[in-house]
């Protein structure tokens, strides 16, 4: 059955598929779209899969020029079906038992594969070897990412935005817009900017370069840059509320570990084999990013947090 016309049952994977393309406009439907990604253990695991799959691929596979009257085409149906289910099965997907029917209905409703009739869960099986597959080659030919936090984070992710700013100003293609070495300029820099208290630590042998500001989704953010030699040390800041009230994204494994342990720290972040670091201080949740090993950061790190 074509996308654009009624199905006869609630189908979130396209809703899914069309909400991590971004091809969903109408804010309600997104808020709606991402609750049920957060209540629905089933369908948290088919976001996060088809996320990971796409971000794998993206990052990988050259881009395919698509026919201008294809995208029409498809994007048409996609809308058209987004309308309809909106308005003929969102109300039911609340209910505890029509969420049950729908799955047990999705799993044991054999596909087609030409004139094969395949079970779904059967499908679903291979699909996922395929994907672990895929994960395994790409991890080990093509990437030394092997965080999964970071693999599978989305762009409102704390530790993706790290890993990506850090290594804009690696590159020069980012640069601190408040240039100064005295801790208590860059804290009223950051006060007068983002209204947060920074931390502002001093590190042995390491010379703070200055501090940069900008917001995401709403929150302030900032960006502290010491230096030693060629090694950098970043730190990115934000309140801890902006975890809380989901404008930023933080895994709950590493915030439970940072409750526990006083700070999360990791290395396999990006191609080079950085380390990271989150912590909070105050209500102020902190994530560094080094080109020094793990080992040397954890005694760098435990000298300078109090």
């Known amino acids: 059955m074509p996308m654009g016309q009624n199905t006869t049952a609630f189908n979130s994977d396209e809703l899914i598929t069309s909400y991590i393309d971004n091809q969903i ?4 439907l997104i808020k709606q779209v991402e609750e049920m990604i957060s209540s629905d253990a089933k369908i948290n695991m088919k976001y996060r899969t088809e996320l990971l799959t796409k971000q794998l691929l993206s990052a990988r596979l050259k881009n395919a020029e698509l026919p201008n009257d294809t995208y029409i085409r498809v994007t048409s149906s996609i809308s058209s079906l987004i ?31 030409g004139s094969l009739p395949v079970p779904r869960y059967a499908f679903a099986v291979v699909v996922m070897f395929v994907i672990a597959g895929s994960f395994f080659v790409f991890s080990s030919k093509d990437s030394k990412v092997k965080n999964p936090y970071v693999l599978a ?29 005295n801790a208590a300029e860059i804290e009223k820099y950051v006060k007068d ?7 502002v630590p ?26 030693s030699g060629d090694d950098m040390i970043y730190i990115y800041q934000t309140t801890v509320d902006a ?34 670091t989150l912590w909070f201080k105050d209500n102020i949740v902190c994530a560094s990013m080094t080109t020094m090993p793990k080992q040397k950061m954890q005694s760098t790190f435990t000298s300078f947090i109090k």
């Open 25 to 28: 406009s109408d804010p309600e």
């Open 83 to 113: 309308i309809s289910q909106k308005q003929r099965y969102m109300p039911q997907y609340n209910n505890t038992e029509y969420r049950k029917n729908y799955w047990v209905t999705l799993l044991t409703t054999p596909l087609r594969i």
């Open 153 to 181: 984070g989305t762009e409102k992710s704390i530790m993706v935005q790290a890993v990506n700013s850090f290594h804009q100003f690696l590159s020069g293609d980012q640069k601190v817009k408040y240039p100064s070495s």
């Open 193 to 199: 900017n983002c209204n947060f208290q920074a931390f």
């Open 202 to 227: 001093k590190i042995d042998n390491y010379d703070l370069k200055g501090c940069l500001t900008n917001d995401y989704n709403g929150r302030k953010l900032a960006h502290l840059i010491y230096v």
């Open 243 to 276: 975890v809380t009230k989901q404008d930023l994204d933080l895994p709950q494994q590493v915030h439970d570990e940072i409750l526990k342990a006083k700070f999360y720290m990791c290395d396999g972040v990006d191609d080079n084999n950085c380390t990271m």
